[in-house]
């Protein structure tokens, strides 16, 4: 049997993730070739094949081509490619209701922290609101110099963090003022596309200075036909400025990953009329007499049409409509029967669908149903009822102002400048989110965000998740927040989170006793390992225990259990249980998800009662077989009891 592979203990390839994607729509395009890394062989893209099968739609090096070009693209688009060796270590001081919620806060440089979710979250994220920095020359960027090192570039900058984070402020001045903000925004966002789920959602706030380059570049990551709309948010607040033209508003873009799989956005907007007719849920056709364009064409309503149904005006006892089906019949779409001729007109593609529907409504694409009414007059009215209204219009108007949201969250006991508005944040999640989605932000901030998230499953008795992502930036030392006591950021916001999650169930007692506003923490670091530069086969056996035991010193249990998770693609927030067992703590994520023991010299007992919980992934530490007989009783144990082949074993078990 061979043995099981080992964690891999890094991100995502992003290379690998785009091969991945290709082999699922041409496959004919990819060979094998030798692997010199590994001894085996590799699948890789034959580019004749893949010309070919692109026909004319390829090019190499054409002299003129529209696209959109900026110092440092190329660089910022091989980072994305790059894996790390980096990972999440739990917080649980930090964190709120660590063992039930479902939340995430996450500190850290956000393009590290997306890659590092990829696994996990690939293709699971409905909806991603990011507020970046505008680059207005006054305000942090976050700067990825991908040619320096991180020693390099904190001795020309001064500006790295102690976990080696990168932001400065970027100053007009700068050669390459709107370069640098190019290439920071669009490998996060190269990143972020691959977390959206096929019907996922991205909104993107921005102001004037890069409004164009980032409608450019959105464009090129997701696509013109997948540009949903381009809202203009009047913010409200004082505009009494020097300005010759005063601005009282930003825009946020909104894209699709998928266009076509959209459905209408769940929300209305707030200015309209409580009148308006888009609030009635019924639309009366008018009964219009037959014209030359309508042929002659007979539809007998059969035996058994039911006389009362809900919805539908029908008289049992009237002289006028028939007692018995047989009796009427629709000619040339009018009613007539032995005792009145009447007029009016329905579809009779519709009718007849109705009739083989069982006399149920059938509901179109849009949510809407068409229901008829047999009138006591004899005539057929078609209504049609509306399913979930939906009118949302480009122009955001009375959804608050950032002045505004200070103060709000002065209120909560917080310092934040320029917030956006929870009353925006809960009309832009309404949208898109359903009520058991991810909804992401890694330029969280304040976490309004995640704050309009609580609000929202609130009010409408969602369970939406939210995963914040936030760089530890320092609070100014003259601040009110300084003052405060909040050093950093994240700690503004996870209070922020902490207080108005308790004031929404204050509100709501009744309706919010189940409501999750908790969240767990996280913060990026390097590596659980230490870094081994040869591989096994290069070690003397003194020097091997080494290479089995290289997990850091400061690390404890949880920091390994969720770098695996992180590694395995298993989701952060799933629920976790620990029990003992010969002394040994047995981790179980998700009633079976994934069950680990990262004790030495694990017992037989150990091992049968992890088989017990029928598992889908396993984890050992390398270290804890104490020889190859051991490990292979191990293995044998979870043959037998989960009935797996050697081949379920290698994949099924992991170690690191």
């Excluded at 002299?63 to 994305?80: C, H, L, S, T």
């Excluded at 029908?314 to 029967?337: A, H």
């Excluded at 104490?626 to 797996?644: G, H, P, S, V």
């Amino acid at each position: 049997m061979d043995r099981p592979n080992r964690m891999e203990l890094q991100s995502a390839d992003g290379a690998q993730l785009n091969l991945d994607a290709l082999y699922q729509i041409a496959p004919s395009c990819f060979t094998e070739v030798a692997d010199a890394d590994t001894g085996g062989v590799k699948r890789v893209v034959n580019f004749d094949v893949l010309r070919q099968l692109l026909g004319d739609n390829a090019v190499e090096d054409a002299p003129e081509a529209y696209e959109f070009n900026w110092v440092g693209k190329q660089a910022a688009r091989a980072e994305v490619l790059k894996p790390i060796k980096k990972t999440l270590r739990p917080v649980k001081e930090d964190s709120v209701d660590w063992d039930n919620t479902q939340n995430l806060y996450i500190e850290g440089d956000n393009l590290e922290v997306l890659k590092l979710l990829q696994k996990s979250y690939l293709g699971k994220v409905k909806m991603i609101y990011i507020d970046p920095p505008y680059n207005t020359g006054k305000d942090f960027i976050y700067h990825d110099d991908f040619a320096m090192s991180v020693d390099e570039y904190a001795e020309a900058s001064d500006s790295v963090d102690e976990l080696g984070n990168k932001y400065i402020k970027n100053m007009d001045s700068n050669g390459r003022f709107h370069s640098d903000w190019c290439s920071m925004i669009y490998s996060r966002l190269m990143v972020a596309r691959t977390l959206l789920s096929e019907d996922g959602v991205i909104f993107i706030s921005i102001g004037e200075k890069e409004s164009a380059n980032l409608a450019k570049i959105a464009d090129e990551i997701f696509g013109t036909s997948n540009r949903l709309a381009f809202f203009c948010w009047r913010t409200d607040g004082n505009f009494d400025n020097q300005a010759r033209i005063k601005n009282c508003h930003e825009y946020i873009y909104l894209y699709a990953k998928n266009e076509t799989q959209i459905l209408l956005p769940k929300a209305i907007d707030p200015n309209i009329p409580k009148d308006s007719k888009i609030f009635k849920q019924e639309i009366r056709n008018t009964i219009i007499k037959n014209g030359p364009k309508n042929p002659v064409c007979d539809v007998v309503i059969p035996i058994g049409f039911p006389c009362e149904i809900e919805n539908f005006v029908i008289k049992k006892d009237s002289v006028v409509w028939p007692k018995y089906s047989d009796d009427v019949i629709i000619e040339n779409f009018k009613t007539t029967n032995k005792v009145v001729a009447s007029t009016g007109w329905a579809s009779r593609a519709q009718l007849v669908e109705f009739i083989e529907n069982d006399y149920n409504p059938v509901v179109d694409t849009k949510g809407q149903s068409t229901v008829f009414v047999l009138t006591k007059t004899g005539a057929i009215e078609t209504i049609k009822k509306r399913g979930e209204v939906s009118h949302v219009i480009s122009f955001l108007n009375g959804m608050g102002g950032t002045q505004k949201a200070t103060a709000d969250m002065g209120e909560l006991g917080n310092y934040f400048d320029y917030p956006k508005p929870v009353v925006l944040m809960k009309y832009l999640s309404k949208m898109y989110s359903e009520k058991d989605d991810i909804v992401l932000d890694f330029f969280s901030g304040s976490a309004t965000t995640a704050h309009a998230v609580m609000q929202l499953n609130a009010e409408d008795g969602g369970n939406r998740k939210f995963i914040m992502v936030q760089i530890p930036e320092e609070t100014p030392e003259d601040s009110e927040a300084r003052k405060a006591g909040y050093n950093t950021i994240p700690e503004i916001a996870r209070e922020r989170i902490r207080r108005a999650g308790k004031k929404i169930k204050e509100e709501s007692p009744l309706t919010t006793a189940d409501l999750d506003t908790g969240f767990r923490v996280f913060r990026l670091d390097e590596g659980n390992y230490e870094d081994v530069k040869r591989s096994p086969k290069e070690f003397k056996q003194d020097q091997l225990d080494l290479f089995l035991n290289n997990i850091k010193t400061d690390r404890n249990d949880l920091d390994l259990l969720f770098g695996c998770m992180l590694d395995w693609g298993v989701q952060l927030s799933l629920p976790m249980t620990q029990e003992v067992v010969d002394g040994k703590t047995i981790y179980t994520v998700n009633d079976g998800d994934l069950v680990a023991c990262f004790a030495e010299n694990v017992s037989e007992d150990v091992v049968k009662a992890m088989a017990e919980k029928m598992p889908l992934r396993v984890i050992f530490r390398d270290s804890c077989f104490a020889q190859d007989a051991d490990k292979i009783n191990i293995y044998e144990t979870f043959k037998q009891k989960l009935d797996w082949s050697d081949q379920e074993v290698v994949k099924n078990i992991r170690v690191i």
